[in-house]
Nanobody, 128 residues
Framework: QVQLIESGGGLVQAGGSRRLSCAAS????????MGWFRQVLGKEREFVAA????????YYADSVKGRFTISRDNAKITVYLQMNSVKPEDTAVYYC?????????????????????WGQGTQVTVSS
């Protein structure tokens, strides 16, 4: 069983920065891709960013490209989402997730259904 615990959410002013963390336990973390998604009440959960097991490849939604950075520290079994130049439309509950397979396409990494384990989410609110 895998447990993912997000932290770092809170209130941030537009134009500011915030770093989210996701601590994992219960599985060989370094073998699997990880992702960040976000969801606004009443809307579907959407892809934000993903990272390959060895951190050699990263992928971003167009809406956050150039502003957000995903990274991971396999020794600390933690994945991060550095959010810079945040905008009010970045307000959402942010979830980290893990893909429990080593064979997955880049396109699949951007879909909710590809992920097997999810954290409980952390709220990020951007004030204008």
């Amino acid at each position: 069983q895998v447990q993912l615990i997000e932290s770092g959410g809170g209130l941030v002013q537009a134009g500011g920065s915030r770093r989210l963390s996701c601590a994992a336990s219960g599985r060989t973390f370094s073998s699997y891709a990880m992702g960040w998604f976000r969801q606004v009440l009443g809307k579907e959960r959407e892809f934000v960013a993903a990272i390959s097991p060895r951190a050699g490849n990263t992928y971003y939604a167009d809406s956050v490209k150039g502003r957000f950075t995903i990274s991971r520290d396999n020794a600390k079994i933690t994945v991060y989402l550095q959010m810079n130049s945040v905008k009010p439309e970045d307000t959402a509950v942010y979830y980290c997730a893990l893909v429990a397979t080593t064979r997955i396409t880049t396109q699949a990494l951007k879909t909710v259904r590809a992920y097997d384990y999810w954290g409980q989410g952390t709220q990020v609110t951007v004030s204008s």
